[in-house]
């Protein structure tokens, strides 16, 4: 734990280029697995990043069978279909909508739970936020590990959730295909902002 006023370390940049700059959404997968064992170490990274209230609202399915992808199928839009059929693991991010019934444990020191129970909007609005985050923390977590990723939004939700999340609270959010990326499936990589462009000191 760090100590009042201690001073943190910045990463070194081979950490920083796996993490962003060099780290690339992948299309083509070179074969090799993802294992049980890589799953839950990329969960016990991203379970660390902050959610409002601890709440974390982030629920994950880790699609790999083959009968698993083809429950998956049928949601894919044409231009994720094939290459989510071949990823070793498709994580579909969802959230959930009742993540308040556990507020008691994850954030005793507070009555939180009041705050969301019987106010949906708030709820759902609390549960995407902080789920979203919690996905991109999982990104990060594969990246760290060596486990390449190829986020995507394009699939159809409904499909998703009556697939895999009939009768409960939970709802898909986006998927990330997990594995090994092949280099020869990258696009040239598409321009970014500069600071000043989207940035403003006040």
Same mark, same amino acid.
């Given at each position: 734990? !760090?100590?009042?006023? =201690?001073?943190? &370390?910045?990463?070194? /940049?081979?950490?920083?280029?796996?993490?962003?700059?060099?780290?690339?959404?992948?299309?083509?997968? !070179?074969?090799?697995?993802?294992?049980? /064992? !890589?799953?839950?170490?990329?969960?016990?990274?991203?379970?660390?990043?902050?959610?409002?209230?601890?709440?974390?609202?982030? #629920?994950? &399915?880790?699609? #790999?069978?083959?009968?698993?992808?083809?429950? +998956?199928?049928?949601?894919?839009?044409?231009?994720?279909?094939?290459?989510?059929?071949?990823?070793?693991?498709? %994580? @579909?991010?969802?959230?959930?909508?009742?993540?308040?019934?556990?507020?008691?444990?994850?954030?005793?020191?507070? !009555?939180?739970?009041?705050?969301?129970?019987?106010?949906?909007? +708030?709820?759902?609005?609390?549960?995407? #936020?902080?789920?979203?985050?919690?996905?991109?923390?999982?990104?990060?977590?594969?990246?760290?590990?060596? @486990? /390449?990723?190829?986020?995507?939004?394009?699939?159809?939700? %409904?499909?998703?959730? =009556?697939?895999?999340?009939?009768?409960?609270?939970?709802?898909?959010?986006?998927?990330?295909?997990?594995?090994?990326?092949?280099?020869?499936?990258?696009?040239?990589?598409?321009?970014?902002?500069?600071?000043?462009?989207?940035?403003?000191?006040?």
């Amino acid at each position: 734990m !760090d100590q009042p006023g =201690e001073t943190r &370390v910045a990463l070194d /940049d081979a950490a920083l280029d796996a993490l962003f700059r060099t780290a690339r959404t992948q299309n083509k997968w !070179d074969g090799r697995p993802v294992s049980d /064992d !890589d799953l839950r170490a990329i969960f016990a990274l991203m379970r660390f990043g902050p959610t409002s209230a601890n709440s974390s609202p982030a #629920r994950f &399915v880790f699609v #790999r069978t083959p009968e698993g992808k083809e429950r +998956l199928r049928p949601a894919l839009s044409a231009g994720n279909l094939d290459k989510t059929m071949a990823a070793p693991a498709t %994580a @579909i991010v969802a959230y959930d909508l009742k993540f308040y019934d556990h507020l008691p444990r994850l954030f005793p020191h507070a !009555d939180a739970r009041s705050w969301f129970a019987g106010n949906a909007a +708030l709820a759902e609005e609390t549960a995407f #936020r902080n789920g979203t985050l919690q996905g991109g923390y999982f990104i990060l977590a594969a990246r760290a590990l060596g @486990i /390449d990723c190829g986020p995507m939004s394009g699939f159809d939700k %409904a499909k998703v959730d =009556e697939a895999f999340f009939a009768e409960s609270s939970f709802r898909s959010n986006f998927l990330i295909n997990l594995g090994h990326g092949d280099p020869s499936g990258l696009f040239p990589r598409s321009p970014r902002f500069e600071f000043d462009e989207v940035c403003s000191l006040a």
